[in-house]
Nanobody
């Protein structure tokens, strides 16, 4: 019914920037909530940033001041802007969203396919 497609990952030097995008396809009326998680090899998936329906944001302490989560409602696209990247930010990043599918209130919740971010000189 709905798929989340991520883009924007890659290799970047320390101090560099990347922007991840997550676009839902299928029956999409609007985006209710969006979170970004990351998982490094051997680690559990951890929450990086969250954006609530009311527009409130929350960030992991390790990324505060460097990452920005946003949602372009006009284009139904979710973003994670990452600045001043560090080697410890290296991980697979996943978007997670609740999608409003219809005016009747039907919703869908799920994950993107993941985007590799590697920070290395």
């Amino acid at each position: 019914q709905v798929q989340l497609v991520e883009s924007g990952g890659g290799l970047v030097q320390p101090g560099g920037s990347l922007t991840l995008a997550c676009v839902p396809s299928g029956r999409v009326l609007s985006i209710n909530t969006v979170d970004w998680y990351r998982q490094a090899p051997g680690d559990e998936r951890q929450l990086v940033a969250a954006l609530t329906r009311g527009g409130h944001t929350n960030y992991a302490d390790s990324v505060k001041g460097r990452f920005t989560i946003s949602n372009d409602n006009a284009n139904n696209t979710m973003y994670l802007q990452m600045n001043n990247l560090k080697p410890e930010d290296t991980a697979v990043y996943y978007c997670n969203a609740e999608i409003l599918m219809s005016s009747m209130g039907d919703t869908w919740w799920g994950w993107g396919q993941g985007a590799q971010v590697t920070v290395s000189s």
